[in-house]
T-cell receptor, first 115, second 111 residues
Framework: DAGVIQSPRHEVTEMGQEVTLRCKPI?????LFWYRQTMMRGLELLIYFNNNVPIDDSGMPEDRFSAKMPNASFSTLKIQPSEPRDSAVYFC?????????????FGPGTRLTVT | DQQVKQNSPSLSVQEGRISILNCDYTNSMFDYFLWYKKYPAEGPTFLISISSIKDKNEDGRFTVFLNKSAKHLSLHIVPSQPGDSAVYFC??????????FGKGTTLSVSS
Protein backbone atom coordinates (compact mmCIF):
# COMPACT_ATOMS: atom_id res chain seq x y z
CA ASP A 1 0.00 0.00 0.00
CA ALA A 2 1.17 3.54 -0.72
CA GLY A 3 0.37 4.75 2.76
CA VAL A 4 -1.49 7.93 3.56
CA ILE A 5 -1.16 10.43 0.73
CA GLN A 6 -1.30 14.16 1.28
CA SER A 7 -1.23 16.99 -1.21
CA PRO A 8 0.23 19.44 -1.70
CA ARG A 9 3.44 18.81 0.24
CA HIS A 10 4.13 22.52 0.43
CA GLU A 11 1.78 25.45 0.12
CA VAL A 12 2.66 29.12 0.22
CA THR A 13 -0.20 31.57 0.09
CA GLU A 14 -1.04 35.12 0.96
CA MET A 15 -3.15 36.12 3.90
CA GLY A 16 -6.84 36.08 3.05
CA GLN A 17 -6.60 33.37 0.43
CA GLU A 18 -8.42 30.06 0.63
CA VAL A 19 -6.28 26.99 1.22
CA THR A 20 -7.37 23.40 0.65
CA LEU A 21 -5.35 20.47 1.91
CA ARG A 22 -6.08 16.98 0.65
CA CYS A 23 -5.72 13.52 2.09
CA LYS A 24 -6.16 9.99 0.81
CA PRO A 25 -6.20 7.48 3.67
CA ILE A 26 -4.95 3.92 3.48
CA UNK A 27 -7.50 1.74 1.75
CA UNK A 28 -9.65 -0.14 4.24
CA UNK A 29 -8.99 2.25 7.11
CA UNK A 30 -12.20 3.65 8.53
CA UNK A 31 -10.90 6.40 10.80
CA LEU A 32 -9.23 9.58 9.58
CA PHE A 33 -7.57 12.31 11.61
CA TRP A 34 -6.32 15.81 10.83
CA TYR A 35 -3.49 17.20 12.99
CA ARG A 36 -1.55 20.44 13.07
CA GLN A 37 2.05 20.63 14.27
CA THR A 38 3.63 23.84 15.55
CA MET A 39 6.65 24.49 17.70
CA MET A 40 4.54 26.07 20.40
CA ARG A 41 1.73 23.56 20.64
CA GLY A 42 3.25 20.37 19.30
CA LEU A 43 0.91 17.94 17.56
CA GLU A 44 -2.73 18.96 17.96
CA LEU A 45 -5.75 17.00 16.81
CA LEU A 46 -8.06 19.20 14.77
CA ILE A 47 -10.83 16.78 13.79
CA TYR A 48 -11.42 13.12 13.22
CA PHE A 49 -13.85 11.08 11.16
CA ASN A 50 -15.12 7.56 11.65
CA ASN A 51 -16.72 5.91 8.62
CA ASN A 52 -16.72 9.31 6.88
CA VAL A 53 -18.70 10.95 9.69
CA PRO A 54 -17.10 13.78 11.71
CA ILE A 55 -16.99 12.63 15.32
CA ASP A 56 -15.16 15.41 17.13
CA ASP A 57 -14.18 18.78 15.70
CA SER A 58 -13.49 20.46 19.01
CA GLY A 59 -9.87 20.92 18.00
CA MET A 60 -10.71 23.05 15.00
CA PRO A 61 -9.37 26.47 15.97
CA GLU A 62 -12.13 28.60 14.54
CA ASP A 63 -14.83 28.89 11.91
CA ARG A 64 -12.25 29.61 9.25
CA PHE A 65 -11.36 25.93 9.36
CA SER A 66 -13.59 23.25 7.87
CA ALA A 67 -13.09 19.60 6.99
CA LYS A 68 -15.01 17.16 4.85
CA MET A 69 -14.84 13.49 4.04
CA PRO A 70 -17.17 12.85 1.10
CA ASN A 71 -16.11 9.21 0.79
CA ALA A 72 -13.86 6.63 2.38
CA SER A 73 -10.89 7.50 0.20
CA PHE A 74 -10.73 11.28 0.36
CA SER A 75 -10.78 14.13 2.84
CA THR A 76 -10.12 17.86 2.69
CA LEU A 77 -9.18 20.48 5.22
CA LYS A 78 -10.02 24.00 4.15
CA ILE A 79 -8.93 27.31 5.63
CA GLN A 80 -10.81 30.37 4.48
CA PRO A 81 -9.57 33.03 4.85
CA SER A 82 -6.05 32.02 5.77
CA GLU A 83 -3.95 33.98 8.28
CA PRO A 84 -0.21 34.00 9.01
CA ARG A 85 -0.81 32.22 12.35
CA ASP A 86 -2.15 29.24 10.40
CA SER A 87 1.38 28.54 9.18
CA ALA A 88 2.21 25.03 10.37
CA VAL A 89 2.61 21.46 9.17
CA TYR A 90 -0.72 19.72 8.74
CA PHE A 91 -0.82 15.94 9.01
CA CYS A 92 -3.50 13.51 8.02
CA UNK A 93 -3.57 10.07 9.62
CA UNK A 94 -5.74 7.02 9.20
CA UNK A 95 -6.47 4.00 11.35
CA UNK A 96 -7.70 0.52 10.52
CA UNK A 97 -9.85 0.08 13.57
CA UNK A 98 -13.29 1.37 14.28
CA UNK A 99 -13.81 4.22 16.65
CA UNK A 100 -10.72 5.75 18.11
CA UNK A 101 -7.86 3.48 17.22
CA UNK A 102 -4.68 3.84 19.08
CA UNK A 103 -2.28 3.09 16.24
CA UNK A 104 -2.46 5.64 13.49
CA UNK A 105 -0.64 5.88 10.19
CA PHE A 106 0.46 9.37 9.28
CA GLY A 107 0.95 10.99 5.91
CA PRO A 108 4.05 13.04 5.12
CA GLY A 109 2.31 16.30 5.96
CA THR A 110 1.63 19.58 4.17
CA ARG A 111 3.81 22.51 5.15
CA LEU A 112 1.64 25.61 4.96
CA THR A 113 3.12 29.09 4.92
CA VAL A 114 0.78 32.06 4.98
CA THR A 115 2.48 35.38 4.29
CA ASP B 1 -3.75 22.38 30.20
CA GLN B 2 -1.54 19.74 28.68
CA GLN B 3 -2.58 16.22 29.57
CA VAL B 4 0.58 14.71 28.09
CA LYS B 5 3.87 16.43 28.78
CA GLN B 6 7.34 15.85 27.48
CA ASN B 7 9.39 18.23 29.56
CA SER B 8 12.70 17.76 27.76
CA PRO B 9 12.63 19.35 24.31
CA SER B 10 15.93 17.73 23.39
CA LEU B 11 18.33 14.98 24.39
CA SER B 12 21.87 14.24 23.18
CA VAL B 13 23.41 10.79 23.55
CA GLN B 14 26.51 9.06 22.28
CA GLU B 15 26.22 6.07 20.00
CA GLY B 16 26.06 2.82 21.93
CA ARG B 17 24.76 4.42 25.12
CA ILE B 18 21.23 4.35 26.47
CA SER B 19 18.67 6.98 25.50
CA ILE B 20 15.87 7.61 27.99
CA LEU B 21 12.94 9.73 26.90
CA ASN B 22 10.35 10.70 29.47
CA CYS B 23 6.68 11.51 29.40
CA ASP B 24 4.23 12.53 32.12
CA TYR B 25 0.47 12.53 31.96
CA THR B 26 -2.31 13.86 34.14
CA ASN B 27 -5.38 11.85 33.16
CA SER B 28 -5.62 8.61 35.14
CA MET B 29 -8.26 7.35 32.71
CA PHE B 30 -5.74 6.85 29.91
CA ASP B 31 -5.54 3.14 29.18
CA TYR B 32 -3.08 3.03 26.31
CA PHE B 33 0.21 4.77 25.66
CA LEU B 34 2.28 4.98 22.51
CA TRP B 35 5.55 6.36 21.23
CA TYR B 36 5.91 7.72 17.73
CA LYS B 37 9.12 8.65 15.93
CA LYS B 38 9.33 11.44 13.38
CA TYR B 39 12.09 12.19 10.89
CA PRO B 40 12.30 15.60 9.16
CA ALA B 41 9.88 16.04 6.27
CA GLU B 42 8.05 12.84 7.17
CA GLY B 43 4.98 12.03 9.20
CA PRO B 44 5.24 10.39 12.63
CA THR B 45 5.52 6.60 12.58
CA PHE B 46 4.38 4.25 15.30
CA LEU B 47 7.22 2.84 17.38
CA ILE B 48 5.94 0.98 20.43
CA SER B 49 2.95 0.95 22.75
CA ILE B 50 1.90 -0.24 26.17
CA SER B 51 -1.43 -0.96 27.77
CA SER B 52 -2.21 0.39 31.21
CA ILE B 53 -2.43 -3.16 32.54
CA LYS B 54 1.27 -3.65 31.91
CA ASP B 55 4.32 -1.91 33.26
CA LYS B 56 6.81 -2.87 30.57
CA ASN B 57 6.85 -3.68 26.89
CA GLU B 58 9.94 -4.53 24.93
CA ASP B 59 10.59 -4.63 21.20
CA GLY B 60 14.20 -5.14 20.22
CA ARG B 61 16.26 -2.15 21.29
CA PHE B 62 13.15 -0.28 22.43
CA THR B 63 11.50 -0.70 25.83
CA VAL B 64 8.66 1.33 27.25
CA PHE B 65 8.09 1.48 30.99
CA LEU B 66 4.86 2.63 32.60
CA ASN B 67 4.56 3.82 36.20
CA LYS B 68 0.86 4.39 36.76
CA SER B 69 1.19 5.64 40.31
CA ALA B 70 3.55 8.36 39.13
CA LYS B 71 1.65 8.88 35.87
CA HIS B 72 4.94 8.54 34.06
CA LEU B 73 6.23 6.57 31.15
CA SER B 74 9.61 6.35 29.57
CA LEU B 75 11.16 5.02 26.40
CA HIS B 76 14.56 3.36 26.61
CA ILE B 77 16.67 2.83 23.52
CA VAL B 78 19.63 0.50 24.01
CA PRO B 79 22.06 0.72 22.35
CA SER B 80 21.40 4.07 20.70
CA GLN B 81 22.32 4.43 17.04
CA PRO B 82 22.77 7.54 14.87
CA GLY B 83 19.69 6.46 12.88
CA ASP B 84 17.63 6.89 16.04
CA SER B 85 18.10 10.65 15.79
CA ALA B 86 14.56 11.97 15.37
CA VAL B 87 11.71 13.64 17.23
CA TYR B 88 9.91 11.28 19.60
CA PHE B 89 6.28 11.90 20.51
CA CYS B 90 4.56 10.36 23.49
CA UNK B 91 0.81 9.82 23.09
CA UNK B 92 -1.97 8.60 25.36
CA UNK B 93 -5.53 7.52 24.78
CA UNK B 94 -8.59 6.07 26.38
CA UNK B 95 -11.65 4.33 25.03
CA UNK B 96 -13.98 6.79 23.40
CA UNK B 97 -11.52 9.62 22.89
CA UNK B 98 -8.74 10.51 20.49
CA UNK B 99 -5.03 10.23 21.16
CA UNK B 100 -3.37 13.16 22.90
CA PHE B 101 0.21 13.84 21.93
CA GLY B 102 3.04 15.50 23.80
CA LYS B 103 5.11 18.24 22.17
CA GLY B 104 7.95 15.89 21.36
CA THR B 105 11.59 15.39 22.33
CA THR B 106 14.36 15.73 19.75
CA LEU B 107 16.93 12.96 20.20
CA SER B 108 20.40 13.41 18.73
CA VAL B 109 22.69 10.39 18.72
CA SER B 110 26.31 11.20 17.89
CA SER B 111 28.77 8.69 16.53
Amino acid sequence: DAGVIQSPRHEVTEMGQEVTLRCKPISGHNSLFWYRQTMMRGLELLIYFNNNVPIDDSGMPEDRFSAKMPNASFSTLKIQPSEPRDSAVYFCASSPQGGLSYEQYFGPGTRLTVT
Amino acid sequence: DQQVKQNSPSLSVQEGRISILNCDYTNSMFDYFLWYKKYPAEGPTFLISISSIKDKNEDGRFTVFLNKSAKHLSLHIVPSQPGDSAVYFCAAGQAGTALIFGKGTTLSVSS
